[in-house]
């Protein structure tokens, strides 16, 4: 009889571990930005920059164009076939014709560019190259600890540390600066952004101290707001996309149900301020798929917060073990992309009928 109890509890807890432990749903650790408090440090004693080692910029290549007008993009590429906003005031040019030559173009308000963000392999990036190895940029390539910008009478000093050295380089120019975005994995560069100083300062990349006057992006109205989320979900979906047909997994089905799934999470965790797979008020990733009525095989949900952008949530993403498991897993056959202010949700499903 004792025996037959010790089977009993035995089993019991097998089962409780298998009911617990449902295979067919992920769910990640939880990603933020390194640098997520978004403060910059006032310092007074802050100098400007010397360039006496500023390295010339490049003659070639999609460089070229930051500061240059819109006509000459134009010219070269023809019109994007996008055109969206940014959270910092400028539009988004995009164009994505192909997985291979995908760019997203920064235009102010001027029509004048002020970054070019390259993840097509085909696109010159000189000096660099996307799928570069990163023993051949640095051969070449003079990276700093520290980083000071000059705008007008104002000095901007970014720290580079440890982590951002090997998966986010920051390189200056005369007048442009490159950042870098590694694959720590594979050891090679996955997308370069050419930027000029001002939307560097604007952006805030890395942890930054100041002197002089602090730039920070205008607060967008709801409907602008909106809108820019709207954006970031295009962009998050495409990406990943891009870093899936580089790395040979099948590319994702966009799935109308599922973004709307995704955007609510994102919203959710935003007005109720928490950030966890698990909502207070619609439970898990399982719970959220059923009251949507989505039919799925396995799922997978990455989240993550406080990035600036979706080029960098995408590369923070890639460069997370346990994301860039979800991210590349090649059985996924659908994606759904939430935004909302600057937090992310990716929602995976593999599923092998389809329909909306």
Request: charged share 20%.
């Amino acid at each position: 009889m004792k025996v037959l109890i010790r089977i009993l509890i035995f089993l019991a807890i097998i089962l409780t571990v298998i009911f617990y432990s449902d295979p067919t749903i992920q769910e990640n650790d939880l990603l933020e930005a390194p640098d997520s408090t978004g403060q910059a440090l006032p310092q007074e004693n802050l100098l400007p920059p010397s360039f006496k080692d500023t390295i010339s910029r490049p003659e070639t290549g999609l460089s070229t164009l930051v500061g240059q007008n819109t006509k000459k993009m134009v010219e070269l590429f023809g019109e994007p076939n996008r055109i969206e906003p940014s959270a910092f005031g400028y539009d988004w040019w995009v164009y994505n014709s192909s997985l291979s030559s995908y760019m997203l173009v920064g235009v102010n308000s001027n029509d004048d560019i002020n970054q070019v963000y390259i993840a097509g392999e085909n696109l010159d990036a000189a000096p660099y190259q996307v799928g570069q190895s990163i023993e051949d940029l640095y051969r070449f390539t003079i990276i700093e600890s520290e980083v000071s910008v000059t705008i007008e009478s104002s000095v901007y000093t970014f720290t580079i540390n440890e982590l951002d050295t090997r998966n986010r380089l920051l390189v200056e120019f005369e007048g442009l600066f490159a950042q870098i975005y590694v694959d720590t994995q594979d050891g090679e560069v996955e997308a370069i952004r050419f930027t000029d100083p001002h939307t560097l300062v604007l952006h805030q990349p890395y942890e930054m101290t100041y002197k002089g006057d602090y730039l920070a992006p205008i607060v967008p109205s709801t409907n602008m707001q909106n809108l820019i989320n709207e954006s970031s979900e295009r962009q998050i979906f495409e990406l990943t996309n891009v870093y899936r047909a580089r790395h040979s997994s099948p590319t994702l089905l966009e799935s109308k149900a599922l973004r709307l799934v995704a955007r609510k999470h994102s919203e959710d965790m935003a007005m109720s301020n928490y950030f966890s797979h698990e909502s207070p008020d619609y439970g898990d990733l399982e719970n959220r798929l059923e009251e949507a009525q989505i039919e799925y095989e396995n799922a997978a949900e990455n989240i993550a917060s406080k990035y600036y952008d979706s080029a960098e949530v995408v590369h923070s993403l890639f460069n997370s073990t346990v994301h860039r498991e979800v991210l590349l897993r090649k059985d996924f056959t659908h994606l759904g992309v939430g935004a909302f202010a600057n937090y992310y949700t990716q929602n995976f499903i593999k599923q092998q009928s389809y329909s909306e």
